[in-house]
T-cell receptor, first 114, second 114 residues
């Protein structure tokens, strides 16, 4: 069975500081991995995805994530936080032989301090 | 532009009433999903469909049902609403083909059961 953990339900950073949001997964076969962002009172929007091509994936709004098989991790980073990055971030995993369903992590709320 | 819409956006109902939440997508996707979002739980899968006349139970399907009579729509019915079903509900859709395709989300329906 697949599962996703996100360390830290709430992360605060100062504007201009590095953003690091952690995601670890468990999967018995090579996974597909996704990061979504949710702004208040909105649906989820795809930031980036890993589908077994390059292990360093670049997404929208300056975010990127690196797939590390040995650590079963897919952490999300951004070099310099902006006030507009304040939102909820969700990591999700799916597998080729698990149908086409996702398993989502519990989410991390990012606050950006001026 | 293709999109996925949900209606109503907000709904207040009484315990024991039947409620139907609508989901309509113009992506022409075969896969459609219903999730509920609750604080601390992330998104949990209620029901999903991989095509017309196909429906499947997800992680938290008790008290919910869906039907798929065409590609565009997957209505979610709460047979007899309970206070535990107060939540934000999201519909999503994706292309079919092995789990590597992202899911596109609707804006959500906030349901309150009193």
């Amino acid at each position: 069975a697949q599962s996703v953990t996100q360390l830290g339900s709430h992360v605060s950073v100062s504007e201009g500081a590095l953003v690091l949001l952690r995601c670890n997964y468990s999967s018995s076969v090579p996974p597909y991995l996704f990061w979504y962002v949710q702004y208040p009172n909105q649906g989820l929007q795809l930031l980036l995805k890993y589908t077994s091509a390059a292990t360093l994936v670049k997404g929208i709004n300056g975010f990127e994530a690196e797939f590390k098989k040995s650590e079963t991790s897919f952490h999300l980073t951004k070099p310099s936080a902006h006030m507009s990055d304040a939102a909820e971030y969700f990591c999700a995993v799916s597998q080729h032989n698990y149908g086409q369903n996702f398993v989502f992590g519990p989410g991390t709320r990012l606050s950006v301090l001026p | 532009d293709a999109e996925i819409t949900q209606s109503p956006r907000h709904k207040i109902t009484e315990t024991g009433r039947q409620v139907t939440l609508a989901c309509h997508q113009t992506w022409n996707h075969n896969n459609m999903f219903w999730y509920r979002q609750d604080l601390g739980h992330g998104l949990r899968l209620i029901h999903y469909s991989y095509g017309v006349q196909d429906t499947n139970k997800g992680e938290v399907s008790d008290g919910y049902s869906v039907s798929r009579s065409n590609t565009e729509d997957l209505p979610l019915t709460l047979e007899s609403a309970a206070s535990s079903q107060t939540s934000v509900y999201f519909c999503a859709s994706s292309e079919s083909g092995g789990g590597s395709y992202e899911q596109y989300f609707g804006p959500g329906t906030r349901l309150t059961v009193t």
